[in-house]
């Protein structure tokens, strides 16, 4: 099986891309560190390493390393008798924080600095969710947002990518603001449910111009081309079938239902990131780590040419990265005007949630659609 490739990037296996970070972790260290390691983890920890790594690859680690530094590692990280992916996957946060937690900041930046994008991709797609979370919850902040700063865009596409392939239905509460027509909405509060097969869409608007709003797309339940709606207010005595893509379907917003979502905003920025990059035109701005909706966020800034003629959707757009879970859950996003255009946030947003076809079903008796 050939190695995957994103944005033109080909991607090594992890088996691989561990023996060059634990060499860049060794390189920097002293016997003592060395020695301060090994002793952070478990006997366990330290032969399913070896494992993993082989003899091939304990070679490429111990490889310009001097012989007081290569003894330390042979004497205390030995083979077990062999370890399965799986595994070393759970084992693998616990030594890359074990590695790390031996060196003081500008060794770790050093460390850091000899990898390469695809090793920080590779070690990103191997983890997945859960061991991000493990190997994140391990560092202190400013080892955390050490390696996101050095971490590029496309590495957090190719991880939001994997993300969405595992995700089968979300519930969040939307605020979503737009300009539409010139004029930049009200804001709007959004209980919203998501499934990805079949395709749902439920949306009942619990704050702003449309408050009382509820709408349904069901695959399931009407097919493809039609959806249901029940205006609020004095227009909502009876709920309709229309299309999918009528005026009605689009009031006040400049976006299709089928556009709603974390995994549609991917798809929006890897768009303009695959013409983009090869170009040169994505400029990224850190703002470091921060802390919303109850959870650890990685926030960036794209810019790109403030020049509409190059197709771009946007010159500039602010994103808020959950970058364990591999989601964007709020962006903001900036026309060529400089002004707002569009902001997004999913709050309590839940990509484990328990949906059926009850909650993409317009005679659920908790709807108002029947």
Same mark, same amino acid.
């Given at each position: ?17 561990? @023996?060059?970070?634990?060499? @860049? ?14 002793? +952070? ?8 390493? #070896?494992?993993?790594?082989?003899e091939? /690859?304990?070679? +490429?680690?111990?490889? /310009? ?32 924080? #074990? ?12 460390? $850091? ?25 391990? %560092?202190?902040p400013d ?20 993300? #969405? ?23 709007e509060?959004?209980?919203?449910? &998501?499934?990805?097969?079949?395709? /749902? ?18 695959e399931?339940?009407?097919g ?10 004095? $227009?909502g ?14 009031? /006040? ?23 983009? #990059? ?10 470091? $780590? ?14 790109l040419?403030?020049?509409?003629? &190059? ?9 808020? %990265? ?10 903001e ?9 569009? @902001?997004?946030?999913?709050?309590? &947003? ?9 909650d ?8 108002? &659609?029947?």
């Open positions: 099986m050939s190695d995957p490739v994103y944005f033109g990037h080909t991607v090594p296996p992890f088996r691989e891309v561990f @023996s060059r970070i634990l060499r @860049s972790g060794m390189q920097e260290m002293s016997v003592e560190q060395v020695v301060r390691a090994a002793e +952070a983890l478990t006997a366990t920890q330290r032969s399913a390493a #070896a494992d993993w790594l082989g091939a /690859g304990m070679g +490429a680690v111990l490889e /310009g390393l001097d012989d007081a530094r290569r003894g330390a590692v042979r004497e205390r990280w030995t083979a077990g008798g062999g370890v399965t992916e799986e595994g070393f996957r759970r084992e693998y946060p616990a030594i890359l924080n #074990a590695v790390l937690g031996a060196l003081p900041p500008e060794q770790v930046s050093r460390t $850091l600095d000899r990898l390469t994008g695809e090793d920080l991709a590779s070690q990103s797609l191997f983890l997945g969710h859960e061991g991000r979370r493990a190997l994140f919850g391990g %560092m202190p080892r955390v947002r050490a390696v996101l700063e050095r971490t590029e865009d496309w590495v957090f596409l190719a991880t939001g990518k994997q993300a #969405a392939e595992g995700i089968g239905g979300m519930t969040a509460t939307l605020e979503k603001q737009e300009r539409v027509g010139g004029k930049l909405q009200d804001q509060t959004i209980e919203l449910k &998501l499934r990805t097969s079949p395709r /749902g869409v439920y949306m009942r608007w619990i704050a702003g111009p449309f408050k009382g709003r509820e709408l349904l797309y069901s399931a339940h009407m493809r081309s039609e959806l249901r709606v029940r205006e609020g207010g004095l $227009l005595v009876i709920p309709v079938t229309i299309g999918v893509d009528s005026a009605i379907a689009r009031r /006040g917003t400049n976006h299709s239902v089928l556009e709603v979502g974390p995994i549609e905003l991917l798809h929006l920025i890897e768009r303009d990131y695959a013409k983009a #990059a090869p170009r040169g035109h994505v400029e990224r701005v850190n703002h470091g $780590l921060v802390r919303l909706d109850g959870r650890d966020l990685f926030k960036t800034e794209s810019v040419p403030r020049d509409a003629s &190059l197709g771009y959707y946007c010159q500039r757009m602010v994103h808020w %990265m959950d970058y364990v879970r591999g989601v964007e859950v709020r962006a996003i900036h026309g060529f005007d400089g002004k707002l255009q569009e @902001s997004y946030f999913y709050r309590g &947003l839940d990509l484990e949630a328990p949906l059926t076809d009850r993409f079903d317009p005679k659920n008796p908790g709807y108002k &659609l029947k």
